[in-house]
């Protein structure tokens, strides 16, 4: 799927900044695409401040969120309800060169599938948002990644979601 040109102001500016929820109401979305994987519907939402998923019971925001406690878990996992969830996250220092091709490769990525969406925020293509759900072997996953031009820095997010 192609990328979405965003009409929004790109608002994260440093990776540090993100915050990581579960527990978040729908925030407004600059773009949103919905799958079905895994026998479930899959809510992929790019906002003005990164992402939310929304599948089975969960309500995953990674987002610069006023208030919040900043910095995402390298690690988190949940077993409730019947669902075990588990999520990691990463932040890569880039170099300019190393960023931009990775940025190409993201856009690639997101553009391959049609279980994706990436959207690109105005005044660099490399400065974007993208979410690509998959379930290989049934079991439901996604992949973010977030993307800081000015910093040279990538996140990325892996998330897997399975009825127990």
Do not use: K, N
């Amino acid at each position: 799927m192609d990328a979405v040109v965003l009409r929004a102001p790109y608002l994260d500016t440093d990776a540090a900044q993100l915050c990581f929820s579960l527990d978040l109401p729908e925030r407004p979305a600059l773009a949103e695409r919905l799958v079905e994987l895994a026998g479930l519907d899959v809510r992929l939402r790019l906002l003005g401040a990164s992402h939310q998923v929304f599948a089975g019971p969960v309500r995953e925001t990674v987002a610069c969120l006023p208030g919040a406690r900043r910095g995402l878990p390298a690690a988190h996992r949940l077993h409730a309800d019947g669902w075990s969830y588990d999520f990691g996250a990463e932040t890569r220092q880039l170099t300019p060169g190393d960023f931009a091709a990775q940025a190409a490769r993201i856009r690639e990525t997101a553009a391959r599938t049609d279980t994706g969406l990436c959207g690109i925020f105005p005044g660099s293509p490399d400065a974007l948002t993208a979410v690509v759900a998959e379930a290989p072997g049934g079991v439901l996953g996604w992949r973010t990644w977030h993307t800081y031009p000015q910093s040279c820095q990538i996140v990325s997010t892996y998330t897997r979601l399975e009825a127990r």
